[in-house]
């Protein structure tokens, strides 16, 4: 058997183990003993993801190579999604084929043309790696300084080593050296996923106390799903893997006192977490759902998300900053203090609740925000292109950027000096003061103006408005040019000619109360255009022409 095949073996027996090797690990690795990482080898033989050798050794100061780090930590993070790759450097029909493709697909190694499967992974790859996996921030610490070795790399590995020592996840070695470029042992990697890891759950299952609270000092790792988590403190990281997918984990009484890191969904019930940050290397759209006295701090979004909260008592989510892709959706249902966003021709969708104050910074260009009926927006500060769309209340909106448009009334609008925004249709220009309040303007409430009851003749036309105002309208066959909103007060068609009694009016409105009119003498089974304006005296603003379809019944 040549070397290449021996080397291939090699790897599988470490990685995933054969049967006949359970009985070696029974009796345990003779070069593991006394070995400085003997208890982080023993928990992951315990575990199952790795092994020893035919020969009865473990081989602790072996270096690993690409393949095996991926195959390890694909296992251990739960990535399980390959990615399209067609590069030559991952060959296909390998027994690492599929293990590389996953790991470009999670993003922690980069799909540059450059990956040697079975050349020695480094120690700055490694810190690289988990920092994406991670997604570890940087820290304002300065650790890497310290090394005499680091002087010379590159800003993106300096802020990943300085992190992962930042962590404590990695560290120096022997005169003060971190040896970046040099590869890492088996023992190392397994010490540094013991740290990372710290209590695994990766089989679904109930995990916990059912009364007193059981106290965790390091990390813990959930890398699967249906994994419910009760009553337990953690004063290290919360991470939910990637590895979930579009399932979902149940924390009940839950206090975390690091970062939780959710890649995966999840049920939040009578918890107390810190920072959380939201990401994953996958396109699902993540759920999490706050429940009872549930308080959570600032948290920090990534990915597509559905933020909602029900049956709450605590905080639930107070702070939430979204820095998302192009083109994501969002989806929010329940009370925000402060939103911002960040990220271009986003969608976010306001499903219910209150927020109190939501910023959309000069990075979020082109995002479009729909407001439910039962949501109450506070505050809100545009500084970017943005679309406000429907049946939403905002209260107080200011304005500092151009192409901005309110298909809704806000409250009060305050434009900047010099800019113009688009307010249901009526240009507002900035001025010093620049302040225009919704009770001004006359608008329809939500759900009109209805046409009903609808004959061979004739219909109904209902309208319902926010104030006291005037409703003219013009009756108009479908195929006419639409009239100016000048000549629909006047009753006239788009040709400047008066049309008959029956085909134009106007109905006095009085604030918030519904009032109708039947329009008549109509030919049947024809489709008509109504325009419609409010007009409000003391409003000196073009008026917006609504327009309604409607087709008699045969007789």
């Keep these: 058997m040549d070397l290449k ?32 990482a003997e208890e982080s080898i023993e928990v992951w033989l315990a575990r199952g993801y790795v092994n020893g ?36 450097d991952v060959p296909e029909g390998k027994w690492y084929t599929a293990e590389m493709k996953r790991a470009i697909a999670a993003g922690y190694l980069s799909s540059d043309g450059k990956l040697d499967p079975q050349g020695i992974i480094t120690r700055k790859q490694v810190a690289i790696s988990l920092g994406r996996v991670l997604s570890l921030s940087a820290v304002p610490r300065d650790h890497y300084s310290q090394f005499k070795d680091l002087g010379e790399i590159d800003l993106a590995a300096a802020m990943a080593i300085n ?33 990372v890891a710290g209590k695994l759950y990766d089989r679904p299952g109930v995990y916990g106390t059912p009364y ?51 890649g995966g969904g999840a049920i939040i ?32 979004v990534r990915v597509p998300v559905i933020l909602e909260e029900a049956n709450l008592v605590g905080q639930g989510f107070s702070e939430v900053t979204f820095n998302v892709a192009r083109g994501s959706e969002l989806d929010l249902r329940g009370n925000f203090k402060r939103i911002v966003l960040e990220g271009v021709d986003v969608k976010l969708n306001l499903g219910c609740g209150k ?77 010093y003061t620049g302040e225009v309040r919704r009770d001004v303007w006359p608008y329809f409430k939500s759900n009109y103006p209805q046409i009903w009851q609808v004959g061979s003749s004739g219909f109904t036309l209902s309208c319902k408005t926010n104030t006291a105002c005037q409703a003219y309208y013009v009756v108009c066959e479908a195929g006419d040019d639409s009239p100016l909103a000048s000549q629909i007060i006047k009753g006239l068609d788009a040709f400047g000619r008066r049309l008959p009694v029956e085909y134009r009016g106007v109905i006095n409105l009085e604030a918030n109360q519904e009032k109708s009119v039947r329009i008549g003498s109509l030919e049947s089974d024809l489709c008509y255009n109504v325009f419609i304006v409010l007009k409000k005296q003391g409003v000196n603003m073009e008026p917006v022409v609504y327009k309604q379809k409607v087709t008699t019944r045969r007789k």
């Design 355 to 431: 927020i109190d104050y939501l910023s959309l910074p000069l990075a979020a260009q082109g995002v479009r925000v729909d407001l439910a009926e039962a949501v109450d927006l506070k505050k809100v500060e545009v500084v970017c292109r943005a679309t406000f769309t429907g049946w939403g209340n905002i209260n107080q909106a200011f304005v500092y950027a151009r192409g901005v448009n309110f298909e809704l009334f806000p409250e009060k609008v305050t434009v900047a000096p010099g800019i113009t925004a688009l307010v249901c249709g009526r240009v507002v220009s900035g001025t």
């Design 212 to 262: 007193d609270k059981l106290v965790i000092e390091g990390n813990v790792l959930i890398n699967t799903r249906n994994v419910t988590l009760r009553n337990v403190a953690i004063n290290g990281d919360l991470n939910i893997a990637p590895g979930i997918g579009d399932g979902s984990v149940t924390l009940i009484n839950v206090t975390v006192r690091g970062e939780t890191k959710f």
């Design 5 to 36: 095949k021996l080397s291939w073996l090699g790897m599988l027996f470490f990685i995933i183990g054969l049967s006949f090797s359970q009985v070696v690990m029974a009796d345990g690795f003779p070069d593991i003993k006394n070995h400085w």
């Design 53 to 88: 050798y035919p020969d009865g050794h473990f081989r602790p100061d072996d270096f690993i190579t690409q393949a095996e780090f991926c195959a390890l930590f694909n296992r251990v993070f739960g990535f399980k999604v390959g990615a399209d790759y067609p590069g030559k």
């Design 163 to 195: 992190t992962v020592l930042d962590k404590k996840y990695m560290g120096g070695q022997l005169g003060n050296c971190f040896y970046p470029e040099q590869g890492i042992t088996r023992a190392e990697l397994l010490a540094v996923l013991d740290r």
């Design 269 to 300: 019930n009578d918890c107390t977490l810190g920072q959380v940050v939201v990401t994953s290397p996958y396109k699902h759209k993540i759920r999490l759902l706050a429940q009872g006295t549930t308080v959570i701090g600032l948290t920090k």
